[in-house]
């Protein structure tokens, strides 16, 4: 497989044909008519909150950064704990998935953020990166451009780039970001765990990566936008990260 070739952040987010990856179009990065709805008023906390958040997805991955240097040696150290990694470059990247034996490659589309979010990711359900039985002992999927691929759907689906959301699902997400700073990441992971249920629920092939893509974020909307949920802990799909 050939390594992914990644577009600028700013490009895929304004909704390009750009592909990130043999056969991997970035399908969560596609404009709605439904994005010219009226923007929502924030309250003082979420608006400030938002902004944190959005300064975070300005930072731009830089492999000669130290902070990004140990944040991906992190990466690795909480996927395999006891396997000493040999380098930033090294053909041991594919032993977790990565399509390259340098993983900064692919991260230089998806901005430091999608490093940030595999981390928060692999520290805290870490079982997904360690797949060594059944149906979960071989990648089905590359494992970078679906993390990728998942910072970029939240953030478009989430209208996180505008000064305000203009949908109901961003408006509601902005509710959990007021009450929790991590609630970008706690999201993340969900949308991981689900969209890997998805996959193995599916039977799906290499090819069938945008269709299970497509499918995680309509399951998502739909929970977001459930009467009654007033915390990603109540998500119906929040249970799949104790699986």
């Known amino acids: 497989m ?13 909704g390009s044909a750009a592909w990130l990856g043999r056969g991997l179009s970035c ?15 924030l309250t003082p906390g979420q608006e400030e909150r938002l902004q944190r958040l959005q300064s975070r997805l300005d930072v731009s991955y830089d492999c000669s950064i130290p902070e990004h240097q140990e944040a991906l ?4 150290n909480a996927a395999f704990p006891e396997v000493e990694l040999r380098g930033l470059i090294s053909e041991q990247w594919k032993d977790m998935g990565w399509q390259g034996k340098d993983p900064s490659t692919d991260f ?3 901005g430091f953020i999608s490093l940030e979010n595999l981390l928060f990711f692999a520290k805290n359900f870490p079982d997904l990166l360690q797949k060594q039985e059944g149906d979960r002992s071989v990648w089905e999927y590359p494992f970078a451009v ?25 408006a509601t997400f902005l509710k959990f970001l007021a009450e929790s700073e991590s609630a970008f990441d706690l999201l993340y992971c969900i949308t991981f765990k689900l969209m890997d249920h ?5 039977r799906a092939s290499y090819m069938d990566f945008n269709a299970v893509m497509k499918s995680t974020r309509r399951q998502l909307e739909q929970e977001l936008l459930l009467e009654d949920i007033t915390s990603l802990e109540q998500l119906p799909s929040y249970g799949l990260l104790s699986q």
């Not at 691929?149 to 959301?165: G, H, R, S, W």
Request: a positive charge; aromatic letters at 6%; hydrophobic letters at 50%.
């Open 146 to 170: 679906a993390g990728v691929n998942i910072t970029f759907m939240l953030i478009q689906m989430l209208d996180l780039e505008a000064v305000k959301p203009r949908t109901l699902v961003g």
């Open 73 to 76: 040696r992190a990466l690795w």
């Open 198 to 202: 998805q996959w193995l629920s599916m």
């Open 2 to 14: 050939s390594s992914a070739i990644l577009v600028c952040c700013a490009e895929v987010v304004a």
């Open 108 to 110: 230089r589309g998806g």
């Open 27 to 41: 399908v969560c990065a596609q404009r709605r008519e439904s994005d010219a709805r009226p923007s929502f008023d």
